[in-house]
């Protein structure tokens, strides 16, 4: 499986995991939920994928800045940086991190683990 095939069927995972969580409901959720995006390339060089996970969101009824947020980081291909963008996800609480890049799938077992409130 390609790297590209790779990210696009992360994407489509978390895109079930939203569909989901809004049929369990039976309705378009109250609140707005909020999507960690991690990175390891740059912004400007995942553009087209982003886009890309934007617009299968919302065909499923997910709208950026209506119904849900996605905070975005990068780590502009410093691999040592990610551990810190993965630590502020985690303080954002966000709902869901959607990693994208071969080297960020590698180091998610290092996760921090979230500190008490």
Same mark, same amino acid.
Request: hydrophobic share 40%; aromatic share 6%; glycine share 6%.
């Given at each position: ?50 886009? !890309? ?5 919302? #065909?499923?009824?997910? &709208? ?7 905070? =975005? $980081? ?11 963008? !993965? ?5 954002? #609480?966000?709902?869901? &991190? ?7 799938? =590698? $180091? ?10």
């Amino acid at each position: 499986m390609s790297t590209r095939q790779k990210r696009i069927t992360l994407w489509l995972l978390a895109t079930l995991f939203l569909a989901n969580v809004s049929l369990a409901d039976g309705q378009q959720p109250t609140k707005v939920s909020r999507i960690g995006y991690l990175e390891n390339s740059t912004a400007s060089g995942s553009a087209v994928l982003v886009e !890309a996970f934007r617009q299968e969101l919302s #065909k499923l009824g997910w &709208i950026e800045g209506k119904n849900i947020t996605i905070e =975005y $980081r990068f780590a502009e291909q410093k691999l040592e940086r990610l551990p810190e963008l !993965a630590a502020d996800l985690v303080r954002l #609480k966000v709902d869901l &991190i959607v990693v994208s890049g071969e080297r960020c799938r =590698y $180091r998610r077992r290092e996760r921090p683990t979230p500190s008490p409130s």
